[in-house]
C-alpha cells in the first residue's frame, strides 16, 4: 500500500478525551495551584515536582520498571498537587513529593501491569531517599514500616484526588505510531530524540497543558528539526494537519521546554530545544517536504507515450540518432552470432552467418567432411586476402603474400598440406 494512502494514526477514544479534557488547565491557572495560593514560589513548586519526579525515575531503575510506568506515575503526581498542596498550613499538614512519588509509582505499577512486591518497593524507596543504593533494610525497622504505612495511607487519597481517573493515553505510544506512520520507525536518531523529549516533558508541567497527542507531536516536531528530517505532504496536507493537531499548539509546547531548558540549574553548551515563533507561516516549515509526495509509476498505457515525450525533448525535435557507426560493407553489428562462452566469434562464424546456414549442421559422415574441407580452404583463402591486403611494415611484402598464394595450390581434396 502506497505511503500517502495510508490512513493517519488512530486517535484515542472519546472516552479518554473527555476524561483527560478535565486536567487541560491554562497558564494562568497552572500559576494559582494550592502550593502556590498556600504561599510558595511558582519556581519552587516546579523543582519540587522535578525532584519527585525524579524520584520515581530511580526507583524505577532499581525495579526495572518500563519507561511507560513511569510515565503514568509521573502524570499522577503531577494531577495529584493540582488538588492538594505541599506547604504545612493552619494545622494542616501538606504532602511531601517523596511520599505522593512514591504512591504514584506504586498505583502505577497495578495500573500497567508491572506489579512489585511491596518490600522491594519499601527497600528501594527507602535506598533512594537515602541516596544510598546498597543501603541494607530491615523488614522490622521503623525505616521500612515509616514508608509502607505512608504508601498504603497515601494509596486512597491519591485515588480520590484523581477522581479514579487512571486510564491514561501516553505519549509514548502514540509518537510511535507516528513513526511508523511516516515510515520512519527505523531511524534510530530521530527516535531517540524524540523519546528524549518526553522523558524531559515528565519532569516539567506540560501534560497539564497539552493533550498527550499534542505532546507527541511536539517531540516529533522538536526531533525532526535537530535531525533535519522533513515529512512530505499528503494530498496538500501538512503533516501535523493528518495527525489533527494544531501547528501553533505543537510550537507553544516546543518553546515552554525551550523555557524549562533555558531555565535548567544546568549549564548546557546549546539548547536544543530551540525556539519558534508560534504564528510563522506554516508553508514555510522546516520540517516539512512540501511538493514531494510519491509519484505512481507509469501504467503499460501511458509508459510508451511517456517515454516518447521524453525522446522528443531530448533530441530537441531531431530524429534520434543511434550511437552505433554503420559498417561499410552493409554488414550491421546486431546480426553477427550471439558467443555465450566470452570468446569472440571466428571469421568461419561470421561469414555462415553471412550466408545464412549457421543454423544448420552436418548430420552424415560425408557432410561433416565435406564441410570441414570447404572451412580448410575458406580459412587460407581469408589469410591469403588478409595478408596481400595488409601494407609492408617490418620487411615484410608482397612476396609473403604469394608464398601464401602457392601453399594454397599444394592443399589436397583431403584439406591437408602433402610433405
Known sequence: MPLFNMPAPASPRDILLAAEAQWIFSEEELSRTPSGLDGMPLDQERENRGKGVNFITQVGIMLKLPQLTLATASVILHRFFMRHSMVDKGGRPGFHYYAVAATSLFLATKVEENCRKMRELVIACCRVAQKNSNLVIDEQSKEYWRWRDTILHNEDILLEAICFDVSLEPPYKTLFSFLDDFG?????????????????????????????????????????????????????????????????????????????????????????????????????ARTRARGS?????????????????????????????????????????????????????????????????????????????????KTGDQQVNEGADVVAARPAENGFSAAAAAAAKEKEEDLSEEGEVES
Open 293 to 373: 509526495e510519491p509519484v505512481d509509476s507509469p501504467t503499460p498505457e501511458n509508459g510508451q507515450e511517456r517515454s516518447d515525450m521524453a525522446r522528443a525533448a531530448s533530441t530537441d525535435g531531431r530524429p534520434e540518432r543511434s550511437g552505433k557507426r554503420p559498417r561499410e560493407d552493409g554488414d550491421n553489428a546486431d546480426t553477427k552470432p550471439v558467443v555465450t562462452n566470452g570468446d569472440t566469434p571466428s571469421a568461419v562464424s561470421q561469414q555462415h552467418a553471412r550466408n545464412g546456414d549457421i543454423d544448420r549442421e552436418p548430420k552424415t559422415r560425408e557432410e561433416q567432411e565435406r564441410k570441414r574441407i
Open 184 to 284: 520512519e520507525q527505523n531511524n534510530k536518531k530521530l527516535r531517540n530524540a524524540g523519546w528524549a523529549f518526553l522523558n524531559d516533558s515528565n519532569l516539567t508541567m506540560l501534560c497539564l497543558l497539552f493533550p498527550s497527542r499534542t505532546i507527541a507531536a511536539a517531540s516529533l516536531y522538536c526531533a525532526a528539526k535537530q535531525c533535519d528530517v522533513a515529512f512530505p505532504d499528503r494530498k496538500g496536507r501538512a503533516w501535523w494537519e493528518i495527525l489533527g493537531v494544531e501547528l501553533q499548539e505543537i510550537r507553544r509546547a516546543c518553546n515552554y521546554m525551550a523555557s524549562v531548558y533555558e531555565n535548567s540549574p544546568l549549564k548546557h553548551s546549546e539548547n536544543i530545544y530551540s525556539r519558534t515563533p508560534e504564528d510563522g507561516d506554516p508553508l514555510f
